[in-house]
């Protein structure tokens, strides 16, 4: 079985441990991280924005990323949110099999 990290940012603390949540208590992530205090620098609407922004990063299966991406759309203050999923190359087995347990859907 193949693993991803979703990369997230949100426009607070708040926010991204609302995200967090609402992704673990689905069974869409096994984990979420949130990392406050992040500066992001970016174009936006033709000009550089500089922005004070909460990093998100969630551990799940591959073939959970689709949705994963679908509810943080759902849920999110941006209009055009950074979700993006990269693959886990390598890792704990142990860990990785944790991951899968959790994002079991519970019957």
Known sequence: MEHSLIYITAASRDEAVMLGRSLVEARLVACANVIDGAIS???WEGAVQEEREALLVAKTVSGNADAVI????ELHSYSCPCVVAMP???GNAAYLEWIERETEPRR
């Open 41 to 43: 620098i970016y174009w």
């Open 70 to 73: 679908a509810k943080v759309k």
């Open 88 to 90: 886990i190359a390598a």
